[in-house]
């Protein structure tokens, strides 16, 4: 077993003491202090810190003269848990119980034959892993998930409010919106790390600012990790969001007034295909395509009939609230026939594809856009995949032609998260998501409401609740809302309401996933939603539903 040691020119003796005696035993690193002269103990305990929570080391020692505080500045470390111990009961307890890895002593209160004893019953002993000891250490490690943030108590009062409502929401409600998920904790680290200061307008390598060294290792990262984890040929990380991305490929490749054939929003499209009231709409001459009425699905057959009329400059594929898979291959084929631009704007269904859950558009798609914060979980914001022969229009039109400096703090943070989907611990995920999403929209299904096409392939599901129950969208959502079930109003293919009413409601199982629900739980949340949707009105139902709710989330803590 590895250990690393340190200590300040108090600590020193008793440090060379152990160094000595244990090195027979075990495998020492002695980052120092090395002489008499006096230092600062923060210095060794950042160096001890550092190894421990990067996993170079099993555990590390800490000797100061009263050891608190090495131990004060190791615990500023993530994943680094040091416990100043006294006795050797001590240093084997806060093994068991906080997985301690870091034993700290006093040189001036622990002779030199009982600090060897403390530190072989630290290392022999092994961590309790039972249920209890496993929930508090991560409520110790996460301080309710506010320690990512708890300078802001002090500096900001009002701002930490917001950030801290935020958290108890998330903490005791099941988050069913289909275009949310939840981040991880390396993922707001970078997103909130001090590559926000830097301006770099350009590309890597390319830049218009001095400094840009550090910026461009995260972009080029981001941009290799993307093109790796989606088969691309070329990847542009900039676009501050899935409409800019969208934006910055009709800058690329069309002129304002060419022709796009896209899916309109009423129908499951996205505000930024061509909704009249986007830029998109405006600028463009959109072509609507819808799904078939019957089936309430995409029909090739019929879209391709369509395109071959309407001859467009891009045939867009891609959707905000369609349940159903779409079949690349054949978008392809019609465009081939076309002679037409194909875009693909997997935003929703980024993450399955990542996870292999739904096919790729990647191998087919001139460019393919989508946002990096839905089914893919990561930071707010989006990104262009595109071929080769494509890249330099795509990157003039990002930068210079619609954006200026990137949100560098964003790309890193988009860099972390297509890294974690490379991981073995993300293999399932998106499998698991779209197992969730069956099991929730049968149960629903079975209690007597109308699922839009019949049922799903992905992540979502659209309820038509009006013309289950006679109620809208909006009330729907409303009543769940008041039961801590959320999710959104959203229309249907061919809806009646008004887009602020609706008749649909929409449900996804990205974010309950993320927090590691499976099968058992979708029952049981599906079960609920009946319940409340029954019978709107009845607040006893809500009540009970969201108690019941908070009691199932608190054994899926946020990561
Ligand atoms: C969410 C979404 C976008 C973009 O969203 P932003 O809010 O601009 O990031 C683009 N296309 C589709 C299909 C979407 O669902």
Partial sequence: ????????????ELKQGVVAELSKEFQIKDVGTNSLAGCDYPDYALAVAESVALGESDAGVLICKTGIGMSMTANRFQNVRAALCATVEDAVLTRQHNAANVLCISSQNVSFDYALEMIRAFMA?????????????????????????SGLMK??????????????????????????????????????????????????????????????????????????????????????????????????????????????????GHLSHGSPVNFSGKYYNIVPYTVNKDTEMLDYDELEKQALEVKPAILLTGASAYPRKIDFKRVREICDKVGCIMM???????????????????????????????????????????????????????????????????????????????????????????????????????RGYRIVSGGTDNHLFLVDVKSSKGITGKEAAAALDAAGIVVN??????????????????IGTASVTTRGMKEPEMLKIGTWIADVLDDITNTVVQERVKEEAAKLVAGFPVP
């Avoid at 340190?6 to 600590?11: Q, V």
């Avoid at 000891?133 to 996460?142: Q, S």
């Avoid at 790796?228 to 900039?238: I, P, S, T």
């Avoid at 089914?375 to 995949?385: A, N, S, Y």
């Fill in 1 to 12: 077993m590895k250990i690393i040691i340190g200590s300040d020119h108090c600590g020193i």
């Fill in 125 to 149: 002993t092994p961590v309790d892993m039972d249920e209890r000891h496993v929930r508090r250490r991560w409520k110790l490690e996460r301080a309710g998930r506010l320690s990512d943030v």
């Fill in 155 to 268: 500096d900001d009062p009002e701002v930490y409010a917001a950030i801290k409502a935020q958290t108890v929401q998330e903490d005791t409600e099941i988050n069913l919106i289909a275009s949310e998920n939840t981040s991880s904790r390396a993922c707001r680290e970078a997103a909130g790390s001090v590559l926000m200061n830097k301006y770099a307008e350009g590309y890597p390598g390319k830049r218009w600012y001095s400094g840009c060294l550090p910026v461009d290792a995260a972009e080029e990262l981001a941009c290799k990790r993307a093109c790796e984890l989606f088969g691309a040929d070329h990847a542009n990380v900039q676009p501050h969001c899935g409409s800019a991305a969208n934006m910055a490929v009709y800058f690329a490749t069309i002129k304002p007034g060419d022709t796009i054939l896209s899916m309109s929003l009423d129908q499951g």
């Fill in 344 to 446: 693909v704007d997997m935003a929703h269904i980024a993450g399955l594809i990542a996870g292999g859950a739904h096919e790729s558009p990647v191998p087919y798609a001139d460019f393919v856009t989508t946002t990096t914060h839905k089914t893919l979980g990561g930071p707010r914001g989006g990104m262009v995949l595109c071929k080769e022969k494509w890249a330099k229009a795509l990157d003039s039109a990002v930068f210079p032609g619609m954006q200026g400096g990137p949100l560098e703090n964003i790309i890193a943070a988009k860099a972390v998260v297509f890294r974690e989907w490379m991981m073995p611990e993300k293999k399932g995920y998106a499998q698991q998501v779209v197992k969730n999403c069956a099991v929730l929209c049968k149960t629903v299904q079975d």
């Fill in 489 to 506: 109003k959203n229309t249907i293919p061919y809806d009646t309401e008004s887009p602020f009413k609706t008749s649909g409601i929409r």
